[in-house]
């Protein structure tokens, strides 16, 4: 990897770290809320004789165990080592691998419960207070962790705020036993068992998207194409033979090959350093962008020529010539095969004339462009930074 990739790399990576640490903190928070819930639950249901209660409490110790692993697997997301040239993004997704399966063992040991437990009726006036304070507790964190979540891209937190919501519903369900045991219904043992149910399908939905997180499941489409989109939007770019990407910790890599319209080793080293530090600035979640560049000179040229007029001479300024030459020209025999005038609809404009006019002709992808002589100006040197040969009028035709 050159020195400008690593330089692209180390600038994705800054905005995700940063991710990182704020995620890190709302998994601690979440880790001493689910303490909390896990406490009050468990002695309520003991006292209240609560056997859904009792299951509730148990699923929130199983998510503190859940909300430690993603503590840690965030913790270790954000650290280097030359070992993992590629970062430790995946610790993440270790740690949402560690949280399904406590789910499925919590969901396990409720159901066990449920079925296997005595069928006695709780005692209301002390469970319905707690099941309900809790209610409201998980389903607030648990909306908040998930829009955090989303937010930094953490998959850790995301598993984190669904295990929040699993629990909100199955706190839901006791809820509703209790206040059925109030009217006399013993719906415990039931309730315990819908319990257990939601926590398996909980617990097997993360499992899933760990496992295919670990076995470098390709980003989503729409995101490949939107990068494969905004890297032949380059005028040098002639197109991409492939682009290979993969998911990391919720972070993307993205490894592409991609033709240049030119020669220039020099050149096509600044085009894909531009292009690599582009997606990582347009696509936050892409921590690095690597593209190797295969050059080819084109069979035809695109030449550019400012004009005063129409069919008139060449221009002297850049972004104030009302008019441009588009010239297709044949490399081996420098015939012209079209010709078409271009009207400038940006050379009258008060503001940013040389930036509207200058990224307007590298709409039309040129390998040259015609000039009286070299002059300093914005449009000149986005031109000459894509790439876009300068040649001067008198020296045009050699």
Known sequence: ?????????????????DEIKKARTRAAVSVC??????????????????SALLGDAIHSATDVIASAAAYIGLWLAGRRHASFPYGLYKAETVATL?????????????????????GTMPDVKLALPVALACLIITFSFGFYQLRMGRRFHSPALVADAKDYLADGMSTGVVVISLV????????????????????FWSGGQLLWRAVLDLMDEAIDRDAE?????LVTSHPRVEKVIQCLSRNAGGRFIVDLDVVLRTHSHELADRVSHSLEHEICRQ?????????????????????????????GAVAEQLAKAPWFLLEIIDRSTMETIRQENLQNPHWQAETKRGFLVGKWLLEY??????????????????????GVEIKLAENAGA
Request: aromatic share 6%.
């Open 180 to 199: 059925g045991a109030y009217f006399g219904l013993n719906l415990d043992r039931w309730a315990a068992g819908a319990v257990a149910l939601f926590v």
């Open 225 to 229: 194409r939107e990068i494969i989109s």
């Open 98 to 118: 560690v949280t399904s399966i406590a789910i499925i063992l919590a969901g396990y040991e409720i159901g066990r419960r449920a079925f296997l437990g005595p």
């Open 365 to 386: 992808n040129p390998d040259q462009l015609i000039v009286v002589r070299e002059k300093e100006g914005t449009a000149f040197a986005l031109l000459k930074e894509a």
């Open 33 to 50: 809320i689910n303490l909390s819930l896990a406490l009050g639950k468990g002695i309520a249901g003991i006292l209240a004789g609560s």
């Open 283 to 311: 696509f936050p979640r892409v921590v690095m962008a690597r593209i190797k560049t295969h050059s080819r000179q084109p069979e035809h040229i695109r030449r550019l020529t400012p004009l005063k007029e129409q069919g």
């Open 1 to 17: 990897m050159t020195h400008q990739s690593v330089q692209t790399v180390q600038s994705g990576n800054s905005s995700s770290l």
